[in-house]
């Protein structure tokens, strides 16, 4: 899979990312290697990792050209993107975080599901919460299922955005359309009319709610008709509904006849006379600042969480494209996990590996060690066993293996056991690799 030049350049780097596995940046010359080389699952995994570490070390900008980088090669993935935008928001780009997100909410294969979608557009709303875009846009997709109820809700929610930010003309789009959509529905025009108040365009609510009033005067109900009058009536002469922050009549007429809180005058403490010579007053302990660590886990949690998912969407990549037919290449892929610290998914491409006969012996010994690295020694000792007993490469094959499995043993603490191998190898091969210095110690 690489040149002898491009294999020396791949070890030196894993090297270097396991001797200092949370340097981001060799992290991230490692998975930039892994790129050129066409090694994309590999490469995305280390790239991940490396924005992570980037993230927690306080160096957002960093892990915000990894992910630019990640996205390069892996366009179509949505939690990439949705980490980007958060990024981006939390270094307060916020116009750079609205492209991604016009970005995303223009393409209409982003997604496979319109569940996917809202699920994408919910969580980015948390992130920018100063932004009605993402609101706008799951108020959108709920418009197109019908479901004008709760994309009237997301409306409601989007207000104060909109408000701050002079979004008008976006919101007033979707609002026009709710309003079209709804018809005869006064379930729905109701909260419309008021939503139109709430970001000062009467002119629009007004006709709105009084079609809503002339609807409620037919229904025969004279206190509810005269509560909506009223309500009306204030709108006209001037009430705020902005400020009030309601939605219906029902609630406006609620919050109008709350008694407005006493205005409470601040006690008078009269000043005690300054002694001559004043005492320091103690000092008072200072409040420590929160830990960015700590507020932040979560959100390092949640990245984790993406590095892994992506790694295995891209492994069913490779388990689609190369299968179960090229087994050198499951055997490579094998190393380069091990190289990298991803014992599990080594350990699956090695016992893949192993079904190739030319392999089984070397895919079986690293089988073994990483393993061993998992601290499953007993699975370890049973792979060794496995090819022991398969009897496969002759004599030398099966001194290798027994010295691989005394060493394991000896690492583990079960030196007599390591000990009686060593002393059998001794006495069949003397001068055996370490085996005389072994068994000296």
Known sequence: MFSSQGQEDRVSLSRKVQTAPNDPQAR??????????GEVVEGLDQLAR?????????????????????????PGNNDFQKWLIRLLAQEGLSSDAQAELRKVASDPTKFTSDE?????????????????????????????????????????????????????????????A????????????????????????????????????EAESAAGDPGRDASVREVLDAIRGGW?????????????ARKRSEPEPPQVKPPQVETPPTPAHPEPLPSAPAEEPSSPTETAEGGYEQEESIVRSALGRLQAKVDEEIGDTDLEARYNLGIAYKEMGLLDEAV???????????????AGSLLADTLADRADIDGA?????????????????????????????????????????FRDIQERTPGYRDVEARLRS
Request: aromatic fraction near 8%.
């Open 28 to 37: 991230q010359k490692l998975g930039i290697f892994l790129m050129q080389q």
């Open 50 to 74: 490396a924005a992570v570490l980037y993230e927690k070390d306080g160096f957002s900008s960093k892990a915000i050209a990894v992910l630019r980088q990640m996205q390069k090669h892996d």
């Open 116 to 176: 996917q979608r809202l699920d994408f557009f919910r969580q980015t709303a948390e992130f920018l919460k100063k932004n009605p875009l993402p609101r706008l846009y799951i108020c959108d997709i709920l418009r197109g299922q019908k479901k004008l109820h709760e994309a009237v809700n997301e409306l409601e929610k989007a207000v104060p955005q909109t408000t701050s930010s002079g979004m008008y003309a976006e919101f007033s789009e979707r609002l026009r």
């Open 178 to 213: 709710v309003v079209s959509h709804a018809g005869d529905d006064l379930v729905v025009l109701e909260p419309c009319g008021f939503l139109w108040l709430a970001i000062g365009m009467q002119e629009e609510g007004l006709p709105i709610l009084d079609r809503v009033a």
């Open 240 to 252: 705020d509904v902005a400020a009030a922050g309601v939605f219906s009549f029902t609630e406006a």
């Open 348 to 362: 699956t491409e090695f016992r893949l590996a192993m079904r190739k006969p030319e392999l089984f012996v070397g």
């Open 381 to 421: 000792l049973a792979v060794l066993e496995a090819i022991l007993a398969a009897s496969m490469g002759g004599d030398e094959v099966r001194r290798d293996v027994l010295y691989h499995k005394a060493v394991l043993l000896s690492n583990a603490g079960r030196r007599d056991d390591a000990r009686e191998i």
